[in-house]
């Protein structure tokens, strides 16, 4: 009498159109996170360069200098860019990158700009 086996594979289908979904959905969420964190660090780093821009003596190269150390030491945006002006009465630094990615091929644009009045001596 031959033994006869049973290859049971009912409910794979349903299992495969739970995980699949799911593991995009987190995929998704930490894309997003990336992005959010690096919208931040842009943020952080343009006010750290607009600090040092619009001190008395403070210069746009400086600024810049500053917002590139602070990325550089993240290393959260790609391609990091930062420029700074500065005019007798206001001062504005500008960073933009593209933030860290989950997703092959999508990545995104983080900008992020600071600007403030600059300090000077009323006689």
């Known amino acids: 009498m031959r033994k006869r086996t049973r290859n049971d594979d009912r409910g794979l289908a349903e299992v495969a159109v739970v995980i699949v979904p799911t ?3 987190i995929l998704l969420v930490m894309h997003a996170a990336l992005f959010w964190y690096g919208q931040t660090v842009a943020t952080r780093a343009a006010h750290h360069g607009l600090d040092q821009t619009r001190v008395l003596n403070g ?3 400086d600024g810049e200098a500053v917002a590139g150390q602070l990325l550089d030491q993240t290393g959260v945006l790609e391609g990091a860019q930062v420029s700074a002006t ?3 009465t206001e001062a504005t630094v500008t960073v933009t990158g593209q933030a860290l990615s989950m997703l ?4 995104l644009t ?3 700009t600071a600007s403030g009045p600059v300090e000077r001596i009323e006689p």
């Open 23 to 25: 593991l995009l959905l």
């Open 59 to 61: 210069s746009t190269a």
């Open 86 to 88: 500065r005019s007798a």
């Open 104 to 107: 092959p091929g999508v990545s």
């Open 110 to 112: 983080v900008t992020a």
